[in-house]
Protein backbone atom coordinates (compact mmCIF):
# COMPACT_ATOMS: atom_id res chain seq x y z
CA UNK A 1 0.00 0.00 0.00
CA UNK A 2 1.02 3.59 -0.55
CA UNK A 3 2.47 5.80 2.84
CA UNK A 4 0.42 8.11 1.31
CA UNK A 5 -2.36 8.97 4.04
CA UNK A 6 -5.66 8.04 2.73
CA UNK A 7 -9.02 9.93 3.15
CA UNK A 8 -11.01 8.07 5.18
CA UNK A 9 -10.43 6.82 9.09
CA UNK A 10 -7.54 4.82 8.42
CA UNK A 11 -4.47 4.51 10.87
CA UNK A 12 -1.08 3.49 9.90
CA UNK A 13 0.74 0.67 11.61
CA UNK A 14 4.24 -1.24 11.12
CA UNK A 15 6.00 -4.23 11.86
CA UNK A 16 9.35 -3.86 12.56
CA UNK A 17 12.26 -6.52 11.84
CA UNK A 18 15.57 -7.04 13.65
CA UNK A 19 17.66 -9.63 15.16
CA UNK A 20 17.59 -9.04 18.70
CA UNK A 21 20.67 -10.61 20.20
CA UNK A 22 22.56 -10.53 23.72
CA UNK A 23 23.52 -7.16 24.22
CA UNK A 24 20.65 -5.31 25.85
CA UNK A 25 21.81 -1.95 25.28
CA UNK A 26 22.06 -2.55 21.58
CA UNK A 27 18.88 -3.96 21.01
CA UNK A 28 17.19 -0.93 22.43
CA UNK A 29 19.36 1.08 20.08
CA UNK A 30 17.68 -0.45 17.24
CA UNK A 31 14.62 -0.64 18.50
CA UNK A 32 14.66 3.36 19.15
CA UNK A 33 16.04 3.50 15.44
CA UNK A 34 12.94 2.03 13.65
CA UNK A 35 10.22 3.32 16.17
CA UNK A 36 11.58 6.60 15.05
CA UNK A 37 12.01 5.88 11.23
CA UNK A 38 8.05 4.07 11.75
CA UNK A 39 7.00 7.28 13.69
CA UNK A 40 8.33 9.17 10.79
CA UNK A 41 6.09 7.91 8.62
CA UNK A 42 3.01 8.54 10.57
CA UNK A 43 2.68 4.80 12.18
CA UNK A 44 0.60 4.93 15.23
CA UNK A 45 1.67 1.27 16.44
CA UNK A 46 4.86 -0.10 15.68
CA UNK A 47 4.84 -4.12 16.68
CA UNK A 48 8.26 -5.55 17.42
CA UNK A 49 9.62 -9.38 17.64
CA UNK A 50 9.25 -11.79 20.34
CA UNK A 51 12.32 -11.48 22.89
CA UNK A 52 13.02 -8.02 21.83
CA UNK A 53 14.72 -7.57 25.13
CA UNK A 54 17.71 -10.05 24.57
CA UNK A 55 18.07 -13.21 23.14
CA UNK A 56 20.39 -16.43 22.47
CA UNK A 57 19.32 -18.82 19.97
CA UNK A 58 19.44 -21.35 23.04
CA UNK A 59 17.91 -20.95 25.87
CA UNK A 60 20.03 -20.88 29.33
CA UNK A 61 20.90 -19.04 32.82
CA UNK A 62 21.74 -16.20 30.56
CA UNK A 63 18.10 -15.23 30.06
CA UNK A 64 17.48 -15.96 33.38
CA UNK A 65 20.13 -13.42 34.53
CA UNK A 66 18.97 -11.20 31.67
CA UNK A 67 15.19 -10.91 32.66
CA UNK A 68 13.56 -8.53 34.39
CA UNK A 69 10.27 -7.33 35.59
CA UNK A 70 7.21 -5.46 33.56
CA UNK A 71 8.49 -2.53 34.95
CA UNK A 72 12.22 -2.62 34.75
CA UNK A 73 14.64 -1.01 32.57
CA UNK A 74 13.42 -2.39 29.06
CA UNK A 75 9.58 -1.67 30.32
CA UNK A 76 10.47 1.91 31.19
CA UNK A 77 12.44 2.73 28.41
CA UNK A 78 9.97 1.49 25.53
CA UNK A 79 7.56 3.95 27.67
CA UNK A 80 10.13 6.92 27.45
CA UNK A 81 10.42 6.10 23.80
CA UNK A 82 6.52 5.87 23.50
CA UNK A 83 6.26 9.40 24.78
CA UNK A 84 9.04 10.93 22.80
CA UNK A 85 7.77 9.36 19.31
CA UNK A 86 3.55 9.50 20.38
CA UNK A 87 3.07 6.28 19.19
CA UNK A 88 2.28 3.15 20.44
CA UNK A 89 5.18 0.33 20.73
CA UNK A 90 4.48 -3.64 20.90
CA UNK A 91 7.28 -5.92 22.43
CA UNK A 92 8.63 -8.96 23.09
CA UNK A 93 10.62 -9.50 26.74
CA UNK A 94 11.98 -12.15 29.08
CA UNK A 95 9.97 -11.16 32.20
CA UNK A 96 11.14 -12.29 35.31
CA UNK A 97 9.01 -14.60 37.40
CA UNK A 98 9.39 -14.19 41.40
CA UNK A 99 9.70 -17.56 43.07
CA UNK A 100 10.08 -19.61 39.80
CA UNK A 101 13.09 -20.78 37.93
CA UNK A 102 11.68 -20.29 34.67
CA UNK A 103 11.22 -17.09 32.85
CA UNK A 104 8.02 -15.64 31.21
CA UNK A 105 7.97 -15.27 27.47
CA UNK A 106 5.71 -11.77 27.62
CA UNK A 107 4.62 -9.08 24.90
CA UNK A 108 4.05 -5.63 26.38
CA UNK A 109 1.84 -2.70 24.65
CA UNK A 110 2.82 0.84 25.88
CA UNK A 111 1.29 4.08 25.16
CA UNK A 112 2.26 7.81 24.79
CA UNK A 113 1.78 9.25 28.37
CA UNK A 114 -0.04 5.65 29.78
CA UNK A 115 2.92 3.23 29.86
CA UNK A 116 1.75 -0.45 29.72
CA UNK A 117 -1.11 -0.62 28.28
CA UNK A 118 -1.74 -4.33 27.99
CA UNK A 119 0.57 -7.32 28.39
CA UNK A 120 0.49 -11.01 27.62
CA UNK A 121 2.21 -14.07 28.60
CA UNK A 122 2.96 -16.74 25.55
CA UNK A 123 0.33 -19.61 26.52
CA UNK A 124 2.05 -22.34 24.07
CA UNK A 125 5.54 -23.23 24.35
CA UNK A 126 7.68 -24.00 21.74
CA UNK A 127 8.25 -27.51 22.39
CA UNK A 128 8.18 -28.76 18.58
CA UNK A 129 10.76 -29.38 16.07
CA UNK A 130 13.72 -30.40 18.23
CA UNK A 131 12.99 -27.26 20.31
CA UNK A 132 12.23 -27.30 24.12
CA UNK A 133 11.05 -23.80 25.01
CA UNK A 134 9.42 -24.71 28.22
CA UNK A 135 12.46 -25.68 29.96
CA UNK A 136 13.54 -22.59 30.49
CA UNK A 137 10.09 -20.50 30.09
CA UNK A 138 7.18 -20.93 32.23
CA UNK A 139 3.76 -21.02 30.29
CA UNK A 140 1.26 -18.30 30.18
CA UNK A 141 -2.11 -18.28 32.74
CA UNK A 142 -5.28 -18.41 30.71
CA UNK A 143 -6.61 -15.10 31.15
CA UNK A 144 -8.86 -12.41 29.44
CA UNK A 145 -7.11 -11.03 26.76
CA UNK A 146 -5.84 -7.39 26.99
CA UNK A 147 -6.63 -5.04 24.65
CA UNK A 148 -5.64 -1.31 24.01
CA UNK A 149 -6.68 1.32 21.78
CA UNK A 150 -5.18 3.43 18.93
CA UNK A 151 -6.84 5.64 16.38
CA UNK A 152 -10.55 4.18 17.17
CA UNK A 153 -8.82 0.35 16.33
CA UNK A 154 -8.68 -2.16 19.51
CA UNK A 155 -5.12 -4.12 19.11
CA UNK A 156 -4.70 -7.74 21.08
CA UNK A 157 -1.43 -9.37 21.26
CA UNK A 158 -0.37 -12.61 20.98
CA UNK A 159 2.97 -14.73 20.26
CA UNK A 160 5.02 -16.92 17.64
CA UNK A 161 3.90 -20.35 18.77
CA UNK A 162 0.54 -19.64 19.46
CA UNK A 163 -0.13 -18.78 15.73
CA UNK A 164 -0.45 -22.83 15.33
CA UNK A 165 -3.89 -22.62 17.83
CA UNK A 166 -6.37 -20.69 16.26
CA UNK A 167 -8.29 -20.62 19.40
CA UNK A 168 -5.64 -18.48 21.18
CA UNK A 169 -6.65 -15.66 18.09
CA UNK A 170 -10.52 -16.37 18.19
CA UNK A 171 -10.02 -15.46 21.88
CA UNK A 172 -8.94 -12.28 21.32
CA UNK A 173 -11.17 -10.98 18.43
CA UNK A 174 -13.81 -12.51 21.02
CA UNK A 175 -12.56 -9.78 23.29
CA UNK A 176 -13.17 -6.96 20.99
CA UNK A 177 -9.87 -6.80 19.06
CA UNK A 178 -9.98 -5.01 15.39
CA UNK A 179 -5.69 -6.37 14.97
CA UNK A 180 -3.54 -8.96 16.63
CA UNK A 181 -0.27 -8.03 17.22
CA UNK A 182 2.23 -10.96 17.28
CA UNK A 183 5.61 -11.00 17.85
CA UNK A 184 7.50 -13.77 17.32
CA UNK A 185 10.98 -15.67 16.42
CA UNK A 186 9.85 -17.89 13.86
CA UNK A 187 13.02 -20.14 13.74
CA UNK A 188 13.82 -20.60 9.73
CA UNK A 189 13.86 -24.81 9.05
CA UNK A 190 12.20 -27.26 6.05
CA UNK A 191 9.25 -25.83 5.02
CA UNK A 192 8.80 -23.21 7.73
CA UNK A 193 8.75 -19.82 5.91
CA UNK A 194 5.51 -21.68 4.32
CA UNK A 195 4.00 -22.54 7.51
CA UNK A 196 4.55 -18.93 8.69
CA UNK A 197 2.67 -17.25 5.76
CA UNK A 198 -0.20 -19.46 5.75
CA UNK A 199 -0.48 -19.34 9.23
CA UNK A 200 -0.30 -15.66 9.66
CA UNK A 201 -2.82 -15.31 6.79
CA UNK A 202 -5.33 -17.83 8.20
CA UNK A 203 -5.37 -16.18 11.53
CA UNK A 204 -6.46 -13.14 9.91
CA UNK A 205 -8.82 -14.27 7.29
CA UNK A 206 -10.39 -16.60 9.37
CA UNK A 207 -11.43 -14.07 12.49
CA UNK A 208 -11.68 -11.48 9.47
CA UNK A 209 -9.61 -9.18 11.35
CA UNK A 210 -5.85 -7.58 10.72
CA UNK A 211 -2.85 -9.45 12.09
CA UNK A 212 0.67 -7.56 12.39
CA UNK A 213 3.76 -10.22 12.84
CA UNK A 214 6.49 -9.05 13.52
CA UNK A 215 9.33 -11.79 13.55
CA UNK A 216 13.37 -12.02 14.03
CA UNK A 217 15.67 -11.25 10.80
CA UNK A 218 17.41 -14.21 9.77
CA UNK A 219 20.34 -16.05 10.31
CA UNK A 220 17.66 -17.45 13.03
CA UNK A 221 14.65 -16.35 11.96
CA UNK A 222 12.83 -16.98 9.17
CA UNK A 223 12.31 -13.00 8.67
CA UNK A 224 8.49 -12.23 6.16
CA UNK A 225 7.16 -10.00 8.93
CA UNK A 226 4.05 -8.91 7.73
CA UNK A 227 0.38 -6.87 8.11
CA UNK A 228 -2.15 -9.01 6.67
CA UNK A 229 -5.60 -7.64 6.31
CA UNK A 230 -8.99 -9.14 6.68
CA UNK A 231 -9.51 -10.31 4.05
CA UNK A 232 -6.39 -12.01 3.97
CA UNK A 233 -4.70 -9.50 1.82
CA UNK A 234 -0.80 -9.68 2.54
CA UNK A 235 -0.59 -5.89 2.68
CA UNK A 236 3.15 -4.77 3.63
CA UNK A 237 5.92 -7.69 4.06
CA UNK A 238 9.63 -7.32 5.03
CA UNK A 239 11.87 -9.89 3.28
CA UNK A 240 15.04 -10.58 5.14
CA UNK A 241 16.58 -7.22 5.92
CA UNK A 242 16.23 -5.40 9.21
CA UNK A 243 13.47 -2.53 8.31
CA UNK A 244 9.88 -1.59 9.22
CA UNK A 245 7.07 -2.21 6.36
CA UNK A 246 3.68 0.04 7.30
CA UNK A 247 0.05 -0.30 5.68
CA UNK A 248 -3.26 1.64 6.39
CA UNK A 249 -5.81 0.11 8.35
CA UNK A 250 -9.69 0.77 9.16
CA UNK A 251 -13.07 -0.21 10.56
CA UNK A 252 -14.68 0.96 7.36
CA UNK A 253 -12.00 -2.42 6.16
CA UNK A 254 -12.83 -4.88 8.75
CA UNK A 255 -16.48 -4.03 9.04
CA UNK A 256 -16.53 -4.09 4.77
CA UNK A 257 -15.57 -7.62 4.90
CA UNK A 258 -17.46 -8.91 7.76
CA UNK A 259 -20.50 -8.00 5.52
CA UNK A 260 -19.31 -10.25 2.79
CA UNK A 261 -17.66 -13.00 4.97
CA UNK A 262 -19.85 -13.03 8.28
CA UNK A 263 -18.16 -16.17 9.34
CA UNK A 264 -17.88 -14.58 13.11
CA UNK A 265 -21.41 -14.14 13.12
CA UNK A 266 -22.31 -17.72 11.21
CA UNK A 267 -20.19 -19.80 13.50
CA UNK A 268 -22.23 -22.81 16.13
CA UNK A 269 -18.84 -22.84 18.02
CA UNK A 270 -17.01 -21.40 20.67
CA UNK A 271 -13.74 -21.50 22.45
CA UNK A 272 -12.96 -23.02 26.13
CA UNK A 273 -10.20 -23.80 27.99
CA UNK A 274 -8.99 -27.17 28.34
CA UNK A 275 -9.31 -29.13 31.19
CA UNK A 276 -5.60 -29.71 32.06
Known sequence: MSDATPADSSVAIAVAQFAPGD??????????????????????????????????????????AASEPV??????????????LGVHLVAGMIERLEGERRVANTVIAVGPGAGVVARYRKLHLYDAFGQRESEWVAPGDIAAPELFEAGGIRFGLQTCYDARFPEVTRRIVDAGADV???PAEWVRGPLKEAHWRILTTARALENTMYVAAADHAPPVGAGNSMIVDPMGVEL??????TDVALAWISRERIDAVRRVNPALALRRFEVRPREA
Not at 33 to 55: H, I, K, M, Q, T
Not at 236 to 241: D, F, P, Q, R, V
Request: proline share 5%; hydrophobic share 45%.
Open 71 to 84: GGPFTTALAELADE
Open 180 to 182: VCM
Open 23 to 64: DAAANLREITRLAALAASRDARVVVFPEYSSYFTPTAGEDWL
Open 236 to 241: ATIGET
